[in-house]
């Protein structure tokens, strides 16, 4: 199954735009690559999704590579209240359903 | 507004006394799941629902039950709770399975169980 790989933590100075890395190095062909979100405690927040192109949103970028082994999500202008913790997820699909697939994330700290 | 709801956000229990967490969704969706966070081990599925009637195991199944009798309620029920369920609950939903991508997971706001 698809799994995927996120740095543990980074930093990123508020009003530059923050990029997250994640490899997914084995998802098969139909598989989407989502991106969510967790500020402390609360309910993982969706951001966006993309399967082959490139993506863009109200709240973020998506980058996929032409191979599809790895993808990046862009905050264009991060500020304080971006700091949080980044799942980089894809969407096992199977015949008895799908399931989402989440990591360990990256811990986005946003620097004054 | 569309939301996942789950009830109780925190709930102190002992060993061995049966408890339910619920979930409800009030936007139609098809899929249902579960999962438990803990630190250093990121989210975890539990159990995932495709539609009524129809559930399947995760990744960590073992203590834990649900059911699902109508399309909008998800129980997670654990029989006999031990220290090791000791979590951070999350309940979610999606439209439908087959939707693939157009339909991300929405998420309630968690329910924190410790078992003492």
């Known amino acids: 199954d698809a799994k995927t790989t996120q740095p543990t933590s980074m930093d990123c100075a508020e009003g530059r735009a923050a990029n997250l890395p994640c490899n997914h190095s084995?998802?098969?062909?139909?598989?989407?690559v989502y991106w969510y979100r967790q500020i402390h405690s609360q309910g993982p927040q969706y951001i966006i999704h993309g399967l082959k192109n490139n993506e863009t949103n109200e709240m973020a970028s998506l980058i996929i590579t032409e191979d599809r082994k790895s993808s990046t999500l862009i905050l264009p202008h991060a500020t304080l209240r971006d700091t949080a913790v980044y799942y980089c997820i894809v969407r096992v699909n199977r015949d008895t359903g799908n399931q989402f697939y989440f990591g360990t994330g990256t811990s986005l700290t946003v620097i004054p | 507004e569309a939301q996942v709801t789950q009830n109780p956000r925190y709930l102190i229990t002992v060993t061995g006394k049966k408890l339910t967490v619920t979930c409800s969704q009030n936007?139609?969706?098809?899929?249902m799941s579960w999962y438990r966070q803990d630190p250093g081990l990121g989210l975890r599925q539990i159990y995932y629902s495709m539609n009524v009637e129809v559930t399947d195991k995760g990744d960590v199944p073992e203590g834990y039950k649900v059911s699902r009798k109508e399309k909008r309620n998800f129980p997670l029920i654990l029989e006999s709770p031990s220290p090791n369920q000791t979590s951070l609950y999350f309940c979610a939903s999606s439209l439908n399975y087959r939707a693939w991508g157009s339909s991300p997971l929405h998420f309630g706001n968690g329910t924190r169980l410790t078992v003492t």
């Open positions: 084995t998802i098969s062909g139909n598989e989407y």
């Open positions: 936007m139609n969706h098809e899929y």
